[in-house]
């Protein structure tokens, strides 16, 4: 007999609960058990008692928080059923950043899915997006709103080229975010034929370290440290570095810096505008609104819960589809990474 949904899983002030397993999802406070679906740190904080993580999460935790950062782990491979107090758990490839996983909770036939974040465009830093037949589908809504459609990342990566002919002279700063968005970042610019040395902040050189362990090629990479060098070293070189960092005296030593960004909500002119962007790279690490609204018709479960993000809106669409949704207005969750 199926069970009910909400008793398999339910929010809770801390995160999705499962009350069976005893065991949380991406919880937003230091809990006994946690289940965690990627290393961005508003999903995986540290100070869990026993955290389940597929292998390249448990690595990315270690490298932000410290090799205290759990009281005990353990790796899932993906697809493996792994069994918690009674309920069944596996792990499924998200698309959104090396490492990130869905995770099915299944128990009497029923089963939930917890999507974390994830995309559907292709990114040759991690695993693509694999769909999970489940009766809830778990969601967020970052970009759930129908003016949301991402470009293709190869023709925002062919601006930036065409930008480091236009201005040989300038140093162009990309800001980032340090897990994903800037390996993504680096490896488009690779596969436009870009091979010159790229410059990173110090702030992302253990992530992508990382990346390159995991054998996801970036090319050369050199440390973006200006102390004690000459500035025409990165003369129309390629900086890239989280976008905190060129807001600080940090990068106003570079040779006249030409600020970029790569981000969803670089869609956004106004966004753009305010940060004082003058190159904008829409590149994503979330799905746009015909990826959401294409995964549930795809999928089609029987209800679909939204986390956070602009919920009212695909809520409403899926009414609209005879699906049943509902807003789970978690809080915790930022999209800092985009
Ligand atoms: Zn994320």
């Given at each position: 007999m199926a069970m009910r949904f909400d008793a398999l899983l339910y929010p809770a002030p801390e995160g999705l609960y499962c009350p069976v397993g005893r065991f949380y999802v991406d919880p937003v406070r230091p809990v006994e058990r946690a289940l965690i679906t990627h290393g961005h740190s508003d999903h995986a904080r540290s100070g869990h008692g026993h955290v389940l993580a597929t292998r390249q999460t448990l690595d990315i935790m270690r490298i932000r928080y410290?090799?205290?950062?759990?009281?005990s782990e353990q790796a899932a491979a993906f697809g493996e059923e792994i069994v918690v107090n009674g309920v069944t758990v596996s792990f499924h490839p998200a698309g959104h950043v090396l490492g990130s996983a869905q995770i099915a909770i299944a128990k009497d036939a029923t089963r939930i899915v917890v999507s974390g974040d994830y995309k559907r465009r292709p990114d040759p830093t991690c695993a693509p997006y694999e769909p999970v037949t489940c009766d809830v589908f778990i969601t967020e809504a970052?970009?759930?709103?129908?003016?949301f459609h991402h470009p293709d990342p190869a023709g925002e990566m062919a601006k930036l080229y065409a930008s480091l002919r236009q201005f040989p002279e300038r140093t162009h700063m990309v800001g980032a975010y340090a897990l994903g968005k800037a390996q993504r970042v680096i490896r488009l610019l690779r596969d436009t034929g870009y091979n010159e040395p790229i410059y990173i902040h110090g702030a992302m050189e253990r992530l992508c370290d990382y990346y390159v362990s995991q054998g996801i090629d970036l090319g050369e990479l050199r440390p973006a440290?200006?102390?004690?060098?000459?500035?025409?070293?990165?003369?129309g070189a390629v900086v890239v570095g989280p976008s905190s960092a060129f807001a600080d005296r940090w990068a106003r030593r570079f040779n006249d810096p030409l600020p970029a960004f790569a981000s969803?909500?670089?869609?956004?002119r106004q966004r753009a505008k305010q940060g004082g962007v003058e190159l904008p790279l829409v590149i994503s690490d979330h799905c746009d609104w015909p990826e959401l609204t294409d995964t549930i018709s795809e999928l089609h479960p029987a209800e679909v819960w939204v986390t956070h993000g602009r919920e009212e809106a695909l809520v409403r669409w899926c009414e609209l589809q005879g699906v049943k949704a509902r807003p789970l207005h978690l809080v915790g969750y930022e999209d800092e990474a985009e």
């Open positions: 410290g090799e205290d950062f759990c009281g970052t970009f759930g709103l129908p003016v440290t200006v102390e004690g060098r000459d500035k025409s070293l990165f003369k969803g909500w670089m869609m956004v």
